[in-house]
């Protein structure tokens, strides 16, 4: 959940120690925050308030504490409610129905990036029932995603310090297959081999080649989701703002355990693995006969269709619902590429790479010969525009082919987003979308 969000995260804990610098940071970093000092004030909270996820204290909250999750999941029907313990982590709070459970104590920062993994995953989790539903609606069964259970591939690029070496040894531990790369060109040749499920970037003494790396998965179609977290010194003049700009999915430090970095990277390799299964599932959907045969992607009657259920589903939750569209811009090139057929050559490879930039719980479709549109759950207006903008950024890095003697060309896109308010008003918003694209070009 990003910050132009603004979701609410309810911290359930009796320890003021605690909730008031964690509320404090949290807040900073655009989240605002609830607080409640047991079960009936969180459960208020819960009905009185839109609530995106949970941290409860299990150290103050005694024995009602390990409950409450199951509690609180169960009051919020509509909408999937993620919650983090804080307390020394096992494999028996699993049971009581906890996404996370984190040791203390848990810096704002960290939290920040748990909470967005694991309220994202519960958005895609929510949007994947819905999509079941417009494809029976056509008479088509969408079949759910497959459970991945064989160990998790985590990638660990840089020299082999003590440090780095510590937190290959504890991921080892937890079950997880690591492979060593020390070099940024042995680590490419690892990632265009075979797939990963998370990567570990070790700074060392500089983190430049580091985030090089991330900076460079995050331009690639085929790793632009894989996470990265950078295990980085506390002392680096590197800030964790510049990082996750640079594309890390979290930052982590040899200060912290071993053993709670290892588990933050399986968690974004959890996460990571989920969100490739839904995807899995959509791409065999392609068959099907209702999607853009072209490019894979919804096409103008499935999307208008799904939209429709995304509007319903968006006010029932309280979440923000924005639809993005991304129009071919005019160029000389791509006027010539146009002219000589290339253009329809590259829209197909041009609409796959949009199919796979998309965020899993994003839904993108095909509405015209040049013309493309996001639909983006739980996402406003700002975020949707940064999302289509991070789109159109990585395939402007590619060149496509324009026949012989030509130099290759390249494609940019003029942007519009709208907020959809209600189901009546998808097609209003769309064409406020593309207005605005359409001004943007003019």
Known sequence: MTAGVQARVLIVARDDALAGPLAEGLDRLGWRTVTARGPYAALAALGDLTIEAAIIDLASGGHEA????????????????????????????????????????????????????????????????????????????????????????????????????????????????VVGAFTAYTAFDYLHE????????????????????????????????????????????????????????????????????????????????????????????????LMDAATGLFTRDLFALHAARLAHAARARGRPLSVCVLKLAERTDVSHARAGGWLDRAIPQIGSMIGRLVRVEDTAARLGPELFALALPATGKASARAAGERIAAVIGCTAFEAGDGKPPFVVDFDIGVADVTSAETVGKALEEAAARAQKKAG
């Not at 040791?103 to 694991?118: S, V």
């Not at 640079?246 to 071993?258: F, H, K, M």
């Open 66 to 177: 390990l409950t409450m999750a199951r509690r609180l999941k169960a009051a919020y029907g509509a909408r999937r409610l993620p919650v983090i313990a804080i307390g020394d982590p096992s494999p028996e709070l699993e049971t009581y129905d906890f996404d996370l459970t984190v040791a203390a104590p848990l810096h704002p920062a960290q939290a920040a990036t748990r909470l967005e993994t694991l309220v994202r995953t519960a958005v895609a989790e929510e949007e994947f029932e819905l999509r079941l539903a417009t494809f029976a609606d056509r008479g088509r069964q969408l079949d759910r995603p497959e459970v991945d259970t064989s160990p998790f591939q985590v990638l660990a690029i840089g020299e082999p310090a003590p440090q780095f070496l510590a937190l290959a040894n504890a991921l080892t531990r937890s079950g997880a297959e």
């Open 194 to 289: 075979r797939p990963f499920d998370a990567v570990v970037l070790w700074a060392g003494d500089t983190s430049q080649e580091a985030l090089s790396i991330a900076a460079g998965m995050r331009r690639n179609t085929r790793l632009y989701h894989t996470p990265a977290l950078l295990y980085m010194r506390q002392e680096s003049f590197v800030t964790a703002s510049e990082a996750y700009h640079r594309g890390v999915s979290d930052v982590a430090s040899p200060e912290t355990p071993e053993t709670e970095t290892a588990r933050r990277v399986l968690e974004l390799a959890r996460s990571y693995r989920h969100h490739m299964s839904v995807r899995r599932a959509l791409e065999k959907a392609r068959t099907s006969g």
